[in-house]
């Protein structure tokens, strides 16, 4: 059986990725594990003082389920075996800890690409683009000033 390993921390974007690696209606497939890692975005510091960790940790386990919940349900109907983790710590190092429970593993990255943030590797040989795409407040403000006044 065939393990894929799936990060996700969008669900549109994730279903975008992974259905069409799933074969179309009336072929037979061999049923696969797949592994869903949902990666919650971070809390920001103000909400993390006043949640403790029990409490933080039941909202990231909620964000997961909420955001692989209708990917769960294509992959369970197609007769694959479907587990749900979250994402804590440094994702290498999850991805090892997973192939040693699981053996050989493909690793899908379905993280949603952001404009000017670069997103970790899930494994150690991912290449990392360097984002160029960041543009000061300033220079949109002096943008948006001509604009206004060219008009």
């Known amino acids: 059986m065939e393990t894929f390993i ?3 921390d969008d669900k549109q974007y994730a279903l975008q990725q992974v259905i069409p690696m799933l074969p179309a209606d009336g072929q037979t497939q061999q049923a696969a594990n797949w592994i869903l ?5 971070r809390l920001n510091r103000h909400t993390g003082r006043w949640l ?13 389920d909420q955001a692989t919940s209708e990917l769960v349900q294509k992959l369970e109907n197609g007769g ?6 979250v994402a804590h710590g ?9 192939r040693g429970e699981v053996g050989v593993a493909r690793i899908i990255d379905a ?18 683009e360097k984002s160029s795409w960041a543009v000061p407040g300033s220079v ?5 000033a001509i604009l206004m006044v060219s008009e």
């Not at 890692?37 to 975005?41: D, I, S, T, W």
């Not at 440094?90 to 991805?95: C, I, K, N, P």
């Not at 970790?120 to 290449?127: L, M, N």
């Not at 949109?140 to 948006?144: E, K, Q, R, V």
């Open 52 to 64: 403790t960790h029990t409490a933080q940790k039941k909202w990231r386990q909620e964000w997961a």
């Open 6 to 8: 799936v990060y996700i």
């Open 90 to 98: 440094a994702l290498t190092e999850l991805s090892k800890q997973i």
């Open 111 to 128: 993280r949603r690409p952001k404009l000017s943030v670069n997103l970790d590797p899930v494994t150690p040989d991912q290449p990392q």
């Open 37 to 41: 890692v949902g990666c919650p975005p």
């Open 80 to 85: 694959n075996v479907v587990s749900v983790r």
């Open 140 to 144: 949109l403000a002096l943008g948006a």
